[in-house]
């Protein structure tokens, strides 16, 4: 079983980019999705989180600017992000809690992928 984030790069500030992250494996089913996010010499922090149903929730700083949505039958989360700020500049991590084919459930961290808002 493995979570794996792309999407990530350099773009200026008021630029988009858009993240994506896969699970694959012996998954029955997924609850809960997300991102995360660590800045250099700052705690890792939530960005965004997706339940299988019901609403999204959100970092204030975000609010309005980042987009997370997932696809079920491809077991994939998003994260739109628009109007970027340097502030946005971090390692984004995927984040989700999967139920296994084996009935254990547990959550699952993918492997990063590098945000840089710069002009």
């Known amino acids: 079983v493995q979570l794996q984030a792309s999407g990530g790069g350099l773009v200026q500030p008021g630029g988009s980019l858009r993240l994506s992250c896969v699970a694959s494996?012996?998954?029955?089913?997924?609850?809960?999705m997300g991102w995360y996010r660590q800045a250099p010499e700052k705690q890792r922090e939530l960005v965004a989180s997706?339940?299988?149903?019901?609403?999204?929730n959100y970092a204030d700083s975000v609010k309005g600017r980042f987009t997370i949505s997932r696809d079920n039958a491809k077991n994939t989360v998003y994260l739109q992000m628009n109007n970027l700020k340097p502030e946005d500049t971090a390692v984004y991590y995927c984040?989700?809690?999967?139920?296994?084919?084996?009935?254990?459930?547990?959550?699952?961290w993918g492997q990063g992928t590098l945000v840089t808002v710069s002009s």
């Open positions: 984040n989700a809690n999967l139920v296994l084919r084996t009935g254990v459930i547990r959550g699952y």
């Open positions: 494996g012996s998954i029955f089913s997924i609850n809960v």
């Open positions: 997706i339940p299988s149903g019901g609403s999204t």
